[in-house]
C-alpha cells in the first residue's frame, strides 16, 4: 500500500504528526496554495502503511493507494470531506497567527 498526500488539501493542523509511532511526518519548510506549510513524509519507504495518520486527518489530505488505486476505509467517510474542506480553516488559523 502506498501512502498519499494531497498537499493542497493539508490545512497544517497538525494531527497527523503525532500520530505516526514512526515520526515520518513533518511539516514542510513552504506554504501551500492556501498559503500554510502542509504534510510531508521524510522517509516513505519506512511508512508501515498503518494508516493512524490516514484517522486523525479530517481534512481528508492523506489517503492509500494499491495498484494506484484508493483503498477505502471504512472508518472514514471521505464522500463526507467536501474538496478543499480544510482550507478555509487553515487560512482562518494562519490569519489568526499572523495576527497574534
Ligand atoms: S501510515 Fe503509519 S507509519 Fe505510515 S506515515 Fe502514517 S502513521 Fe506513519
Ligand atoms: S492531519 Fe491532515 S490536515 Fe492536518 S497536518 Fe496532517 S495531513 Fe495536514
Known amino acids: 500500500m502506498e501512502q498519499r498526500l494531497n ?3 493539508c490545512t497544517g493542523c497538525g494531527n497527523c504528526l503525532t500520530a ?3 515520526h515520518l511526518l513533518h511539516l514542510s519548510a513552504e506554504d501551500n496554495c492556501r498559503g500554510v506549510r502542509f504534510i510531508e513524509n521524510i522517509d516513505p519507504q ?3 502503511a498503518c494508516r493512524r495518520c490516514e484517522l486523525m486527518c479530517t481534512a ?3 489517503d492509500f493507494l494499491e ?3 484508493p483503498v477505502s476505509n471504512t472508518l472514514i467517510d ?3 470531506i467536501p474538496p478543499h474542506a480544510g482550507c478555509y480553516l ?4 494562519k490569519a ?3 495576527a497574534i
Do not use: E, M, V, Y
Not at 90 to 93: E, F, H, K, P
Open 46 to 48: 519506512r511508512c508501515t
Open 20 to 22: 505516526c509511532p514512526l
Open 60 to 62: 481528508g489530505a492523506i
Open 67 to 69: 495498484n494506484d488505486q
Open 96 to 98: 489568526l497567527a499572523d
Open 90 to 93: 487553515g487560512s482562518l488559523t
Open 78 to 80: 471521505k464522500q463526507a
Open 7 to 9: 498537499k493542497d488539501q
